[in-house]
C-alpha cells in the first residue's frame, strides 16, 4: 500500500502532468487581464527549469560535487541528477498556492493554501526517494530549485494584485483523468532519458566538463 500511495503521489510531480498545467495556468492569467504576471510566472518556471536541465546534464555527463547544504544530513547520499519531480513541484504548486492566498478571503485560507502546497511538495520530494528515483540530497537540490524559482516570482510580482480566477469542472475532470492515466501508465515523460543522451555525448565531445569543473573550482577557489 506504501509503494502505491509512494507511485500516485509521484505522479503530480510528473512534467506530462504539470507542462500542460502550467501552460493552463498561465493562459488563464493572460487571459484575466494579467499579461505582465502571466510573463513573471513563465520567466520563474523557465529559469526553474533552465536552471535543472544544466545540473542534470552536468550531472549525467561529468558528475556533481557533494552537495553543499547540510553535508552532516546527506553523507554519502548520490549527488547525480537533482529531482526535477521536486523542483517542478514546488515552482508550480507552491506559485499557485502563493497567489491564490492574496486574494483569499479569511486568514485561515492565507495561511492554509500555502501551507498546504508546501505538504504535497514536500510529499512528492519524499515519494522520489521512497520509489528509489533520487536520493534525499538530489530532492533537496531540486526543492531549493523550485522554492528559490517560487521567492522570485513572488518578489517580481509583489506589486501585481492576484486575479480571481474561476475553476471549470471541465479543466478539474481532465486534470483527474491525466493523472488517472498517469498513475494506471505509469509516467511517460522521456525527459531524463534525453538529458541522459544529450550529457553523454556533451560531457565525451564538446567540453561540457572541462567548462563544469571551471565553474565549480572557481566557485570553490
Not at 500555502?114 to 515519494?127: F, N, T
Request: hydrophobic share 55%.
Amino acid at each position: 500500500m506504501f509503494a502505491t500511495a509512494s507511485g500516485a503521489i509521484t505522479h503530480l510531480g510528473s512534467s506530462s502532468l504539470l507542462v500542460p498545467l502550467s501552460a493552463l495556468y498561465a493562459t488563464a492569467l493572460w487571459r484575466h487581464h494579467s499579461a505582465p504576471l502571466a510573463l513573471r510566472w513563465l520567466l520563474a518556471l523557465a529559469l526553474c527549469l533552465g536552471v535543472m536541465v544544466v545540473l542534470k546534464l552536468v550531472g549525467h555527463g561529468c558528475g556533481l560535487p557533494e552537495f553543499p547544504l547540510f553535508p552532516s544530513l546527506f553523507a554519502g547520499d548520490r549527488f547525480l541528477s537533482p529531482s526535477g519531480h521536486a523542483a517542478f513541484s514546488a515552482v508550480f504548486y507552491g506559485s499557485v498556492a502563493a497567489l491564490a492566498a492574496r486574494n483569499a478571503s479569511s486568514r485561515w485560507l492565507q495561511v492554509g493554501l500555502p501551507a498546504a502546497a508546501a505538504a504535497l511538495v514536500l510529499a512528492i520530494g519524499a515519494s522520489r526517494v521512497a520509489v528509489s528515483a533520487h536520493s534525499g540530497a538530489e530532492v533537496a537540490a531540486g526543492l531549493l530549485v523550485g522554492g528559490l524559482s517560487v521567492l522570485l516570482f513572488l518578489w517580481s510580482s509583489r506589486k501585481d494584485g492576484a486575479p480571481r480566477l474561476r475553476t471549470s469542472p471541465w479543466v478539474l475532470a481532465a486534470m483527474a483523468l491525466g493523472l488517472g492515466l498517469l498513475v494506471h501508465a505509469g509516467d511517460p515523460s522521456f525527459v531524463e532519458a534525453t538529458i541522459r543522451r544529450v550529457a553523454f555525448h556533451l560531457g565525451s565531445g564538446a567540453g561540457l566538463c572541462e567548462l563544469a569543473g571551471q565553474v565549480f573550482s572557481g566557485r570553490s577557489g
